[in-house]
């Protein structure tokens, strides 16, 4: 009897679907015909084998890694025209994670794909500038056949949920996930969905609070805040907020200089209805700023902000993922306080807690579900190679990177061989009517001890040996000491 599971996938058309930012103003409006043209060559390409090859799939992933390393200044030229990202920026949050995941499975293909299939395609909707230059070098590295990028904005959208994909992989917002599962659900086509939320921070009193702030406000201000990983709200003891905030000004200077607009390592917000969605949050929260707030909307900036006395249930700022640089300081006094307010909230994607007291990071664990946790320091945990990541509840569900990307876009299909030999024959035959209570009493035994029965012979072997040798050593111990 053999028994296996392969990694088959059904994905010979899927989709990966990105609007973190939910607006693709500007961009091209693909036809549906155009699209399920799109789709058909994809599934022929499938349905012929093209990408059964495991050598075509390492031809495929080393002409991404060279795309990137050929391509890497338009890339970020187009970074930087959508968000003002500076080179550091650029390079790591979006260029050096994306090779880190290619090198990673590179070194690991052999062993993923043995006896599997994994093909997949990239269909993408970004911000304009970034989505024009994916459209433009991606056919140039990839096979055409089988890996597609698709441009376009709602309707576009809208128009490529209404085929049939075997998979949808979407990042983006919580109304928009709702949409797509609801459409996926119309051709019972699984999904992950990767959405965000408001991620908790909290510093508790054995905390480095310098250190704390720190790697807080980095993680916060990376990307101008639009990171879906970054820290949305802060919770600490009033004590804590005071040098909290008394660092921040010191790091601020530090990093950005006396005018922060004018720094090449602030990114702007990616578009107008984010700008402004930013800005009414800044008009209506009833909590006191005391860094930053100023904005420019020709400019589409919004200052590094910090707002303190937040009502943690009823203030604007608490209320939904803020995906910019505006950090809410909620006051608690004590771990329990920031667990009950953590655990009022939708499960986020990420908690961050920073302590050196284990008691209060286990509570942290063990009291709050979150997609992941980052123990004193934050956004790493997001880009740690072996680490799964994804949501939990409100903040998605599934989970990539690394070998998690691929058993997702893979099915683990079973197959069950039955030895034809007369002693396995004849132990089936006990399933076949009339039944007797011999059968009954048989086959229950059977079924409670059916994986000691599915051992490899050596192994059954060796326990049939010990228990033996124990046996015969009982044996002569009652015989020559009675």
Not at 309 to 338: H, K, R, W, Y
Not at 380 to 390: K, T, Y
Not at 403 to 418: C, G, P
């Amino acid at each position: 009897m053999n028994a296996e599971i392969r990694k088959n996938s059904p994905n010979a058309g899927s989709v990966k679907m990105d609007s973190k930012n939910d607006f693709n103003s500007g961009l091209d409006v693909l036809a549906e015909a155009e699209i399920e043209e799109i789709v058909l060559k994809t599934r022929d390409a499938f349905n012929n084998g093209v990408t059964l090859n495991v050598e075509f799939r390492r031809k495929q992933l080393q002409n991404l890694k060279r795309m990137f390393a050929e391509c890497e200044s338009q890339i970020m030229a187009a970074q930087y025209k959508d968000l003002r990202k500076g080179f550091y920026t650029a390079k790591v949050a979006d260029i050096v994670t994306v090779r880190m995941e290619i090198e990673s499975m590179l070194r690991n293909l052999k062993e993923y794909t043995t006896d599997e299939k994994l093909p997949f395609n990239v269909g993408t909707a970004l911000d304009k500038a970034c989505a024009d230059i994916m459209a433009q070098l991606l056919p140039k590295y990839l096979d055409q056949s089988c890996y597609h990028v698709v441009t376009g904005g709602v309707e576009t959208s809208k128009r490529l949920l209404q085929i049939k994909f075997d998979y949808i992989f979407f990042t983006g917002s919580q109304t928009v996930g709702k949409s797509v599962m609801q459409a996926a659900s119309q051709n019972l086509t699984p999904v992950t969905l990767e959405l965000g939320g408001m991620n908790p921070c909290y510093i508790h009193p054995s905390a480095d609070v310098m250190k704390s702030t720190k790697k807080i406000l980095w993680g916060k201000l990376f990307v101008g805040g639009q990171l879906c990983i970054a820290p949305d709200f802060l919770m600490c003891s009033e004590d804590i907020q005071a040098v909290f905030i008394s660092s921040a000004k010191k790091f601020l200077r530090e990093w950005y200089g006396t005018n922060a607009q004018k720094s090449p390592d602030l990114v702007r917000i990616a578009h107008k209805q984010h700008f402004n969605r930013l800005k009414r949050l800044l008009e209506t929260t009833k909590g006191k700023i005391v860094i930053g707030g100023q904005t420019d909307e020709d400019d589409m900036w919004i200052e590094p902000t910090i707002v303190v006395n937040v009502d943690p249930d009823n203030d604007a700022l608490m209320q939904e993922e803020i995906f910019g640089p505006i950090l809410p300081i909620v006051t608690v006094s004590s771990v329990q306080d920031a667990i009950r307010i953590m655990r009022s909230k939708p499960k986020p994607l990420c908690s961050y807690v920073f302590a050196t007291s284990q008691a209060a990071i286990q509570q942290v664990k063990e009291s709050t579900s979150s997609g992941c946790l980052g123990i004193n320091d934050v956004l790493w945990q997001s880009f740690r190679p072996g680490l799964p990541f994804g949501g939990v509840g409100a903040s998605g569900m599934g989970k990539y990177h690394g070998k998690y990307s691929f058993d997702t876009f893979s099915h683990d299909r079973a197959i069950l061989e039955i030895s034809q030999d007369i002693f396995t024959e004849n132990i089936y035959e006990m399933r076949y009517p009339p039944y007797t209570k011999f059968k009954c009493e048989f086959l229950t035994w059977m079924g409670i001890n059916y994986e000691l029965l599915s051992l490899p012979l050596e192994s059954i072997i060796r326990q049939f040996l010990s228990a033996l040798i124990g046996v015969l050593a009982a044996f002569a111990f009652i015989y020559f000491y009675n």
